[in-house]
């Protein structure tokens, strides 16, 4: 069965319009693990827009199934992530002027950098997962620096409008899940993903995670997030071909 990770990252955005105590990404954590999430994700950012330092720690007590950190590669964050623990690093591209991640990192221009933080990271025995596009170099890359995993980066197919090009982007999808599955590699995917568009991508052979968060927390506005997580669940398992 194919694993979700919940995306908590806008719960905090909201909380953090008003500066406020709530709502409070640790409370949406707890919901999301009742309502089916395989895991939890967050990004702790430079900038610290919306998740925060103390979301993260409480959040290492409170989540029982994969803690999913990304986080992008920082001397700060990474401090961080060596004395919080978590299940999973992601790592990820990140500029300040951007509303949300753009594209994957270029684990090819920046591998020295890239390979300091796995090595840090895996010594510490936290599995590390890379947010990359989906191109033949920068999954061989992604295996050459000895990480277990990458995330197929699919906002090329969220964003494609008409059929022919949705399905060209998925079938790009398709062959990097392939070659990456060649080089032993795990394969996860997010970026964009929401109800309608999510089916042919869980159903890709190959694929075992899918990070959704901004789709799901829009969605807990009218149906609460209990519920918008059980839908995403069932509109995966539909698409998913067992």
């Known amino acids: 069965m194919i ?9 905090a955005t909201v ?37 925060q330092d103390r979301d993260v720690r409480l959040l290492r007590h409170v989540v029982t ?9 920082s001397e700060e964050i990474l401090a961080i992530a060596l004395e919080v623990v ?29 390979a300091r933080t796995v090595d840090a990271l895996l010594d510490r025995d936290i599995d590390v997962s890379l947010f990359i596009d989906p191109a033949t170099a920068q999954i061989e890359m992604s295996r ?20 022919a090009d949705r399905q060209r982007e998925l079938d790009a999808l398709r062959d990097a899940t392939d070659l990456a599955r060649q080089l032993g590699l795990h394969v996860h995917m997010g970026h ?15 694929v075992e995670e899918l990070n959704i968060g901004f789709s799901i927390v829009t969605r807990a ?3 609460g997030l209990d519920a918008a997580i059980r839908e995403m669940k069932q509109a995966m398992n539909r698409g998913h071909k067992p």
Do not use: C, W
């Not at 299940?87 to 990820?92: A, E, P, R």
């Not at 753009?102 to 684990?107: I, N």
């Open 3 to 11: 694993r979700l990770g919940v995306n908590i990252d806008h719960i």
């Open 15 to 51: 909380r953090q319009a008003r500066r406020a105590a709530e709502p409070d990404p640790v409370a949406a954590a707890v919901i999301a693990q009742l309502a089916g999430a395989d895991g939890i994700t967050v990004h702790l950012r430079e900038d610290r827009r919306h998740i």
């Open 65 to 73: 199934k994969i803690l999913n950190l990304e986080m992008a590669v």
């Open 86 to 114: 978590p299940d999973q690093v992601t790592l990820v591209p990140e500029r300040r002027e951007e509303l949300t991640t753009e594209g994957g990192l270029d684990v090819v221009a920046n591998e020295a950098a890239v």
């Open 144 to 163: 050459k620096l000895g990480v277990k995993a990458i995330e197929i980066q699919t906002a090329r197919y969220s964003e494609a409008k008409k059929p």
């Open 192 to 206: 964009g993903l929401d109800y309608d568009n999510v089916g042919p991508i869980a159903a890709l052979d190959g």
């Open 221 to 223: 506005l009218f149906v």
